[in-house]
């Protein structure tokens, strides 16, 4: 079992740039590809982005593509988020979360992972 807990969010203009941390416990990341998911005010949660456990494999939702990075580190255990060019519509709470998937593998679907941090809050001013 991991324990997963995010850091990173706040208050920013638009245009603005963040980048979320996610920090794993319990059990290497390097066993888990990882997800970022988003639940706007009123919305369901959305993927955003993932990486497979190398880090050689990256997916992207339309919507953050260009503008978001994931990465991973895992000698210090931790996942990360850029995101530049922030807009308003970015505005939710960000969740990391693990898969125990195969090697090479990245998920889209939030039902395919198995743990999840508690999401740190992005506001986006406009």
């Known amino acids: 079992q991991v324990q997963l807990v995010e850091s990173g969010g706040g208050l920013v203009q638009a245009g603005g740039s963040l980048t979320l941390s996610c920090a794993a416990s319990?059990?290497?990341?390097?066993?888990?590809?990882m997800g970022w998911f988003r639940r706007a005010p009123g919305k369901e949660r959305e993927f955003v982005s993932a990486?497979?456990?190398?880090?050689?494999?990256?997916r992207y939702a339309d919507i953050v593509k260009g503008r978001f990075t994931i990465s991973r580190d895992n000698a210090k255990n931790t996942v990360y988020l850029q995101m530049n060019s922030l807009k308003p519509e970015d505005t939710a709470v960000y969740y990391c979360?693990?898969?125990?998937?195969?090697?090479?593998?990245?998920?889209?679907?939030?039902?395919?992972?198995?743990?999840w941090g508690q999401g740190t809050q992005v506001t986006v001013s406009s």
């Open positions: 990486i497979s456990r190398s880090g050689s494999s990256t």
């Open positions: 319990g059990r290497t990341l390097a066993t888990y590809a």
């Open positions: 979360a693990a898969d125990r998937v195969y090697s090479g593998i990245v998920r889209t679907s939030s039902n395919e992972y198995d743990y």
